[in-house]
């Protein structure tokens, strides 16, 4: 499956973004899709997971109560709701698939990835 995050940008602290992912190649249906995030100099870092129908979501503690994922697997798309940011969320977001659930915060769990997309976020 080849996926395609977009959405990226620069806002303040406070401020909201929404990220997309568009997937193509496959069922998109037949994939957990997780959100992803790597600042300069760390490791990348799980940030949500959803699961095949949308039924069931998790999210990294960082995030919890701020961001939001969804899907729509009509448009073969995940989306990304990011409210009150901060600038420690300054970070290249990734899209990710895989057909399994099991250890799904891990990346090297994820057998597809998107190319990556850039949220700054100014102090």
């Known amino acids: 499956v080849q996926l395609q995050a977009s959405g990226g940008g620069l806002v303040q602290t406070g401020g909201s973004l929404r990220l997309s992912c568009a997937a193509s190649g496959r069922t998109f249906s037949n994939y957990a899709m997780g959100w992803f995030r790597q600042a300069p100099g760390k490791e990348r870092e799980f940030v949500a997971v959803?699961?095949?129908?949308?039924?069931?979501?998790n999210y990294a503690d960082s995030v919890k109560g701020r961001f939001t994922i969804s899907r729509d697997n009509s448009k073969n798309t995940v989306y990304l709701q990011m409210n009150s940011l901060k600038p420690e969320d300054t970070a290249v977001y990734y899209c990710?698939?895989?057909?399994?659930?099991?250890?799904?915060?891990?990346?090297?769990?994820?057998?597809?990835w998107g190319q990556g997309t850039l949220v700054t976020v100014s102090s």
């Open positions: 959803i699961g095949w129908s949308g039924g069931v979501t």
């Open positions: 990710a698939a895989d057909q399994t659930w099991n250890r799904y915060a891990q990346a090297q769990h994820y057998r597809y």
